[in-house]
Antibody, heavy 130, light 105 residues
Framework: QVQLQESGPGLVKPSETLSLTCTVS????????WSWIRQPPGKGLEWIGY???????NYNPSLKSRVTISVDTSKNQFSLKLSSVTAADTAVYYC????????????????????????WGQGTTVTVSS | DIQMTQSPSTLSASVGDRVTITCRAS??????LAWYQQKPGKAPKLLIY???SLESGVPSRFSGSGSGTEFTLTISSLQPDDFATYYC???????FGPGTKVDIK
């Protein structure tokens, strides 16, 4: 049974870089897409981005300039870096596995056919404060 | 960017009630929609994918329907374990709806 575990500092100073790692156990990171999602206190879910095990990525346009997601298949891990953080980045950060089917193209754009996040980490709280 | 809305934002219901939550997309997403259930302090749980496919292990009282821009999640007979917040997520640009909290009437 695949399990995900987020790890990283729980407190980050404003203007610094938030760094989190998600460790995949009980299965291989290969052949799947992996995602980061966050949830500010008392608010809804926000998709941050995803990475394929091969390294291809897609980010939320509102965060794209500050986000980097990377993968280390040798360690069965993927990571999130969010730069220039502010108090607005305070949230619970989740990692998740994303299921995919046949990719498709529509309206001039092509998509990988992702359709649901079926395995989630427990979440880790990151507070941005000096 | 595709915007997602959900209605209602809060729903008060009793055990045994039939509950319907609506999710609307600002443009067509075909059937690329998932539904999640989240309880306080817990990670979301996948209930429905591709608009109407029931995730393995999810009770059959949950069902999803719709395509294009309008989707519904239905709980046929609300159980005590179902009081939670429900989110839709579209899989063109991956944004979530704002959530619908189902609480006890």
């Amino acid at each position: 049974q695949v399990q995900l575990q987020e790890s990283g500092p729980g407190l980050v100073k404003p203007s610094e870089t938030l760094s989190l790692t998600c460790t995949v156990s009980g299965g291989s990171i290969s052949s799947y897409y992996w995602s980061w999602i966050r949830q500010p206190p008392g608010k809804g879910l926000e998709w941050i981005g995803y990475i394929y095990y091969s390294g291809s990525t897609n980010y939320n346009p509102s965060l794209k300039s500050r986000v980097t997601i990377s993968v280390d298949t040798s360690k069965n891990q993927f990571s999130l870096k969010l730069s220039s953080v502010t108090a607005a980045d305070t949230a619970v950060y989740y990692c998740a596995r994303v299921r995919s089917s046949q990719g498709y193209c529509s309206g001039g754009s092509c998509y990988p056919g992702l359709y649901g996040m079926d395995v989630w980490g427990q979440g880790t709280t990151v507070t941005v404060s000096s | 960017d595709i915007q997602m809305t959900q209605s209602p934002s809060t729903l008060s219901a009793s055990v045994g009630d039939r509950v319907t939550i609506t999710c609307r997309a600002s443009q067509s997403i075909s059937s690329w929609l998932a539904w999640y259930q989240q309880k306080p302090g817990k990670a979301p749980k996948l209930l429905i994918y591709k608009a109407s496919s029931l995730e393995s292990g999810v009770p059959s009282r949950f069902s999803g329907s719709g395509s294009g821009t309008e989707f519904t999640l239905t709980i046929s007979s609300l159980q005590p374990d179902d009081f939670a917040t429900y989110y839709c997520q579209q899989y063109n640009s991956y944004s979530f709806g704002p959530g619908t909290k189902v609480d006890i009437k």
